[in-house]
């Protein structure tokens, strides 16, 4: 009962996304079953030493520490909601300390090999399903948006007119990102290309699969491994890595870093930051290769 009151507060007052509520719901399941079984303790008589034995539990079974970091920064926000509603009289994570996460730079694809993938017409034909995976590509790369902005993209929020498009983003906070007249084209082609489809349903989601359902984070990771696949080596490859793409391209360029936080959706400047890492890195490379004395 106390689990389901606080997923309806984040839901409704904090209005997190459905992709963080289920993140939540399940961080919290787990830790819930692990108190039980382990200590037979509930929510309420939680303390600091339960949260300790099961972060050693999940360092014994080797999960990374941005999962560990995750669950117990549900455990914080659950446990000031328990507090502020007076339905436990201390905070059990206040001596909680998370572990340390190694810093790691963005993966990114370089912007030229991602114009060798886009502008080719070796990877792309005119059927409806190849024209879609194409416009995802475009408009990750795009436009930097998450993969849940992309599969809730609507068509209405695409205006033709001022070349620009409307994403909401995480705590339903709404964006205008610019986009150029070549990607507008391509998204009226596919939307034209979509309606001779006829298919059987009017849904407003402008990214549909081939039988014209709601398109579903599973489809979109195929869709961009399946073309990463033939430009880069990078292990990792993932709808996020074309926003980290993105971005760097952006600073690579001399964007200003407060305009890209505004077009990542990012709430503060620290989070934008660590881009700034891949372009000294770039740099280096280029003193190395081309500076005499490097």
């Not at 509930?42 to 999962?67: C, G, Q």
């Not at 446990?79 to 201390?90: A, H, I, P, S, T």
């Not at 936080?261 to 660590?274: D, F, N, P, R, Y």
Request: charge should be positive; avoid cysteine; glycine fraction near 2%.
């Amino acid at each position: 009962m106390l689990l389901k009151s606080f997923i309806t507060y984040l839901t409704h007052e904090k209005r997190y996304s459905s992709h963080t509520i289920t993140s939540y719901q399940t961080d919290l399941d787990q830790f819930e079953q692990y108190i039980h079984a382990t200590f037979e303790v509930n929510f309420t008589e939680v303390k600091h030493t339960h949260i300790r034995s099961y972060m050693v539990d999940l360092m014994e079974r080797k999960t990374s520490e941005n999962t560990i970091n995750r669950k117990i920064s549900a455990l914080r926000s659950l446990y000031k909601f328990l507090m502020r509603g007076e339905q436990v009289n201390q905070n059990p994570t206040l001596l909680i300390k998370a572990p340390k996460i190694p810093k790691r730079l963005p993966v990114f694809v370089d912007s030229q090999k991602m114009n060798v993938l886009l502008d080719s017409e070796n990877y792309f034909d005119n059927s409806f399903e190849s024209v879609r995976d194409h416009l995802v590509i475009e408009l990750l790369f795009g436009t930097g948006i998450r993969l849940t902005e992309l599969i809730q993209l609507k068509e209405a929020d695409v205006d033709t007119y001022s070349g620009t498009i409307k994403v909401l983003g995480k705590r339903n906070k709404e964006r205008i990102i610019p986009v150029n007249k070549q990607l507008i084209n391509q998204i009226n082609s596919y939307i034209d290309q979509k309606k001779m489809q006829n298919f059987n349903n009017n849904l407003i989601n402008l990214i549909v699969t081939n039988t014209g359902a709601a398109a579903y984070p599973k489809l979109i990771y195929r869709i961009v491994t399946s073309y990463l696949n033939h430009i880069s080596t990078n292990e990792k490859k993932s709808p996020h890595v074309l926003r980290h793409s993105y971005a760097t391209s952006l600073l690579n360029a001399g964007a200003d870093l407060n305009a890209i936080k505004e077009l990542l959706g990012h709430a503060s400047l620290a989070a934008t930051q660590v881009y700034t890492h891949n372009s000294i890195e770039r740099l280096k490379t280029i003193y190395k290769q081309a500076h005499p004395k490097a």
